[in-house]
């Protein structure tokens, strides 16, 4: 069983920064996956981002690439999310979420599917 808790969500401006974390409760945190999906309202729940066990190899949506961050530190273990450069449009709840089958990206870790732990998600405005 692994417990998901997000935080750091907060109304900002456009082109501001946030930074989001996430921690999670299990002695085997490094072997994870670990991701993060956003939903706006009215929208279906998308990929933002994830990497693998070791923070070496990370892989990001389109709509975010050049803009966020996603990086890791298993000591503590906690995933983060640095947001720059804020849109409108990058308003949403933001989910981490925890692969426990695998310690390696994969093509479907874009897959929601993929992930069998969610945390209750932290609320991201970017304000005009």
């Known amino acids: 069983q692994v417990e998901l808790v997000e935080s750091g969500g907060e109304l900002v401006q456009t082109g501001g920064s946030l930074k989001l974390s996430c921690v999670a409760t299990?002695?085997?945190?490094?072997?994870?996956?670990m991701g993060w999906f956003r939903q706006a309202p009215g929208k279906e729940r998308e990929f933002v981002a994830a990497?693998?066990?070791?923070?070496?190899?990370?892989v990001y949506a389109d709509s975010v690439k050049g803009r966020f961050t996603i990086s890791r530190d298993n000591a503590k273990n906690m995933v983060y999310l640095q947001m720059n450069s804020l849109k409108p449009e990058d308003t949403a709840v933001y989910y981490c979420?925890?692969?426990?089958?695998?310690?390696?990206?994969?093509?479907?870790?874009?897959?929601?599917?993929?992930?069998?732990?969610w945390g209750q998600g932290t609320q991201v405005t970017v304000s005009w």
């Open positions: 979420a925890a692969d426990t089958d695998r310690r390696s990206l994969a093509t479907r870790s874009r897959l929601l599917s993929e992930y069998n732990y």
């Open positions: 990497l693998n066990w070791s923070g070496s190899d990370t």
């Open positions: 299990t002695n085997t945190f490094f072997k994870m996956v």
